[in-house]
């Protein structure tokens, strides 16, 4: 009785046939494979080693965010520290020789700071501070050679 069946019977069974064998080697290639990464977590089970990957990734991104807020930080209160400085040598009376004098103008991002003039003679060496504000004079008016200081500061920038 088996062999009175139809044609057309016997091709759908032998493709249904070949369709099952395909379907088991892609299932038995698949399960190595994912045995495979089983493997190589150290012999945990795949959803472990998922898991694993996960909360790393999670982790990562927080400290990611965390490194973001310490940069914005750092970035804020790099704007105060000294960042423009400016040199002018000089000789303020005629009767020393050479630029033993000078003015040394520290300023930061916001072009404020300070000028700090240092003033040689003979007998005695002055050393004065004045406060910068904005790239303006702060209280004290400047000396040609400390503008010049200033300027060169924010040259620099």
Sequence with gaps: ???NFPTALWVGAGVLFVWLLVLTVLFFRLSAHYR???IAGA???LKSVLEEVLKSTSEGKKQIENLLEISKRIEREGLFHLQQVGLVRFNPFAETGGDQSFCLALLDDRKSGLVISSLHS???TRIYAKP???????GYSFSEEEG???KEAKKLK
């Design 122 to 124: 003979r007998e005695t």
């Design 148 to 150: 010049r200081a200033i």
């Design 36 to 38: 495979r990464l089983g």
């Design 1 to 3: 009785m088996l062999f």
């Design 132 to 138: 910068v504000k904005e790239g303006k004079e702060a």
């Design 43 to 45: 012999g945990k089970d």
